[in-house]
């Protein structure tokens, strides 16, 4: 059975941050969590420029397969959702919305395939990409090249979108004081990787790096 995660990214407005997180870490997690398949949830605020107007975030809801993310669908979700939640929600801006599934989970560090569907890591970095047809050569690389240099540590996750614009996504995770570039390939690393980098686009925009706001850290 395929674990899978419905994510979504989206915008906050900083004037509003504070009573939307108590509600969505108070009362918005443990309704969906309440949900039949919903197993785990993480809640992540994206690293960047604090001059921002908007802070960005990745909430995760994690379910035991795709099935539990269609019945109902977020779209059957929507129209039933109460006042309060309405209200919540009309804070976020420019939320994009995947449900992916699981292809394979590998720790770095022992190279030994990680069996924990949960992400839970104090910081993650966030990749969604396409491969412009590119699939088969891609994800050669990722096996070969790049879990070999570049994830040599933490725990790294390989995704199928079965929604949303991106078909692929990566997550790597890392502890407190690890904090990586924004770019899944080093152009520099190999040959390999910068031909992978010539054929890949991120419609969902660039990678993102990000800490984890829920649960809470320490």
């Not at 879990?147 to 790597?172: C, D, I, M, Q």
Request: glycine fraction near 6%.
């Amino acid at each position: 059975m395929a674990d899978s995660i419905w994510m979504i990214i989206y915008d906050l407005d900083r004037a509003h941050s504070a009573r939307y997180l108590q509600w969505f870490d108070e009362v918005h997690i443990p309704e969906k969590l309440a949900r039949p398949g919903y197993t785990w949830a993480a809640h992540y605020q994206v690293i960047a420029d604090e001059e921002n107007a908007d802070s960005r975030y990745v909430a995760l809801f994690g379910g035991r397969d795709s099935r539990v993310f269609y019945d109902p669908s977020p779209a059957q979700i929507r129209p039933g959702q109460p006042p309060e939640t309405r209200r919540m929600m009309a804070y976020r801006a420019n939320s994009k919305m995947l449900i992916l599934t699981e292809e394979w989970a590998v720790d770095g560090a022992s190279g030994a395939v990680e069996t924990s569907p949960c992400i839970r890591a104090e910081n993650i970095s966030l990749a969604l990409f396409n491969a412009n047809e590119n699939d088969e050569d891609l994800g050669a690389w990722l096996v070969q090249d790049h879990l070999v240099n570049a994830a040599k540590s933490g725990v790294t996750r390989k995704f199928l979108a079965s929604t949303g614009t991106a078909r692929h996504a990566l997550v790597h995770e890392m502890g407190k004081d690890e904090i990586p570039g924004n770019s899944i390939v080093d152009a520099v690393s190999s040959d390999w990787s910068a031909q992978v980098a010539n054929y890949l686009s991120y419609p969902a925009g660039a990678p993102l790096v990000a800490r984890r706001v829920w649960p809470g850290v320490g």
